[in-house]
T-cell receptor, first 114, second 117 residues
């Protein structure tokens, strides 16, 4: 069965430091991959998505992610974290079932030290 | 900027009571989704509409949950009777269409946080 794994429940980084959030997926075909961010008490906002082509994708708020088929990974990165980046981050894979749907990972909560 | 609207934002109810949540998608969006997000987990799809038709409700507990989108615009999700395990965030999302790659471009509302006592 298709699945998404985010192995880190919490990550704490200092403001200005670099960030990498891990995401691994299990999917037979070429996946559609996404990263969403959720601030406390809010809905989800799409950061970036990968469908095909260049495996390094740029998103909003200075985030990028790299698709690595050999590792079944789609890790999210940011070179310099800001305090406002503190939130929960979800990786998701789009799959075709009875309809196209998103399967989400369990999320990684990012804490930013001043 | 157009947004997905949801109400209420918070709901406290007692078990065995009925609750209802409302969602108004972005204008022109044909596809509407209801998700349940349990604390500490990612969202899980409950039901998906294409216009007024249900295209996927495989994860909807149909003995107590119902959803409708009568005119293909706004939607209501109902739980009757509510159980303690229903405490969660209920998120609504919409997209222009249901096909890939538009499937990923879902716009989410702020959610309704339900607490069942």
């Amino acid at each position: 069965a298709q699945s998404v794994t985010q192995p880190d429940i919490h990550i704490t980084v200092s403001e200005g430091a670099s960030l990498e959030l891990r995401c691994n997926y299990s999917y037979g075909a070429t996946p559609y991959l996404f990263w969403y961010v959720q601030s406390p008490g809010q809905g989800l906002q799409l950061l970036l998505k990968y469908f095909s082509g260049d495996t390094l994708v740029q998103g909003i708020k200075g985030f990028e992610a790299e698709f690595k088929r050999s590792q079944s990974s789609f890790n999210l990165r940011k070179p310099s974290v800001h305090w406002s980046d503190a939130a929960e981050y979800f990786c998701a894979v789009g799959r075709m079932d009875s309809s196209y749907k998103l399967i989400f990972g369990s999320g990684t909560r990012l804490l930013v030290r001043p | 900027e157009a947004e997905v609207a949801q109400s209420p934002r918070y709901k406290i109810t007692e078990k065995s009571q009925a609750v209802a949540f409302w969602c108004d998608p972005i204008s022109g969006h044909a596809t509407l989704y209801w998700y349940r997000q349990i604390l500490g987990q990612g969202p899980e799809l409950l039901v998906q509409f294409q216009d007024e038709s249900v295209v996927d409700d495989s994860q909807l507990p149909k003995d107590r949950f119902s959803a409708e989108r009568l005119k293909g615009v706004d939607s209501t999700l109902k739980i009757q009777p509510a159980e303690l395990g229903d405490s969660a965030m209920y998120l609504c999302a919409s997209s222009l269409t249901a096909g890939a790659p538009a499937v990923g471009t879902q716009y989410f509302g702020p959610g309704t946080r339900l607490l069942v006592l």
